[in-house]
């Protein structure tokens, strides 16, 4: 039971990446998925969470029209598009899973199920 995280890589500002979170052993679809990430120095921040069915996702201010996230259950992926990339986004990026009646969690300690983190780096 794992969740494996890739597409980071080092880009210029303005520029997009698509994260991918693959999930192995587990039926992705009993799982919400959300996005996380962690700055050095900083706390690690939610930028966003899809719920089960990919019909609901919730974004972090920051991230909010520059970010999206989907999901293909029949491929058990999930993804993080992020587009207009900026240098505060600098970041490790983690996907994490969580089964529950709300899919909508804000807080990492709710999340049961955590990828090893992508990282994604932005020059100015």
């Known amino acids: 039971v794992q969740l494996v995280e890739s597409g980071g890589g080092l880009v210029q500002a303005g520029a997009s990446l698509r994260l991918s979170c693959a999930a192995s052993?587990?039926?992705?679809?009993?799982?919400?998925i959300g996005w996380f990430r962690q700055a050095p120095g900083k706390e690690r921040e939610r930028v966003g969470a899809?719920?089960?069915?990919?019909?609901?996702?919730d974004y972090a201010d920051s991230v909010k029209g520059r970010f999206t996230i989907s999901r293909d259950n029949a491929k058990n992926l999930a993804y993080l598009q992020m587009n207009n990339l900026q240098p505060e986004d600098t970041a490790i990026y983690y996907c994490a899973a969580h089964v529950g009646s709300n899919w909508n969690r804000m807080h990492a300690y709710e999340y049961t199920l955590w990828g090893q983190g992508t990282q994604v780096t932005v020059s100015s």
């Open positions: 052993g587990f039926p992705s679809e009993d799982y919400a």
């Open positions: 899809i719920s089960w069915t990919g019909g609901n996702t």
